[in-house]
């Protein structure tokens, strides 16, 4: 079974310019979840959809941040414009979502997007 | 602040030798999880303790839930190359819907 998929891996531009990220979750997992994670940090929310619904999306910059889950599968990440201090992994994660809320459930990770602006 | 407190922040090792990093804090948790990560990858699950006092063991990876359900440590014995990586801790406040709150890691090292 195929596991979360993200592209790109890398991506490099100049600050000002938009970047656009892709995550494909497990097939069949109804939770989505976009983390930022700088360099020897802990993996930080940005934003969790439970189908294609955003639940948490309360530490998300949305003056520049943007995402969308339309058909409640596949979830694109945006940032415009995009600051140096945007330079960071973008994980995407997702968990089957079918604890009813009841438990913690395994986030299932994907590679990342690694983010370079300058 | 950091919720969740790791340590140390980073360990270098030789092959063959034990250690043991720590995870604390003071709020109360319903639940914690120990996630590796390996350079270019995501963190993948190793382990989720939810019973104070709890102990689980993994192959030569022990982990242990504080009796208060306030801190975790995880003890690997005979450490070997292939144990390097980020450790994460994430633990889900009581009454916080379930939602992870992480550590920033532990980054380990094991020298052949």
């Known amino acids: 079974e195929a596991g979360v998929v993200q592209s790109p891996r890398y991506k490099i531009i100049e600050k000002k310019q938009p970047v656009a990220f892709w995550c494909n979750p497990i097939s069949g997992h109804n939770t989505l979840y976009w983390y930022l994670q700088n360099l020897g940090q802990g993996p930080e929310l940005l934003i969790r959809?439970?189908?294609?619904?955003?639940?948490?999306d309360s530490q998300l910059p949305k003056d520049r941040f943007s995402a969308e889950r339309l058909k409640g599968v596949d979830s694109t990440l945006k940032i415009q414009p995009a600051e140096l201090g945007d330079s960071a992994v973008y994980l995407c994660a997702s968990s089957p979502g079918t604890s009813g809320g009841h438990r913690v459930e395994t986030q299932y990770f994907g590679p990342g997007t690694r983010l370079l602006v300058l | 602040t950091q919720l969740l407190e790791q340590s140390p922040q980073f360990l270098s090792i030789q092959e063959g030798e034990n250690l043991t990093v720590y995870c604390n804090s003071s709020s109360v948790f319903s639940s914690l999880q120990w996630y590796r990560q390996e350079p270019g990858e995501g963190p993948v699950l190793l382990v989720t303790?939810?019973?104070g006092g709890e102990v689980k063991k993994l192959k030569r990876l022990t982990f242990q839930f504080g009796d208060a359900r306030k801190d975790s440590s995880l003890h690997i014995t005979a450490a070997q190359p292939g144990d390097t990586g980020l450790y994460l801790c994430?633990?889900?406040?009581?009454?916080?819907?379930?939602?992870?709150?992480w550590g920033a890691g532990t980054k380990l090292i094991i020298k052949p």
């Open positions: 994430a633990g889900d406040e009581v009454d916080s819907n379930y939602q992870l709150i």
């Open positions: 959809y439970e189908n294609e619904e955003a639940v948490d």
């Open positions: 303790v939810v019973t």
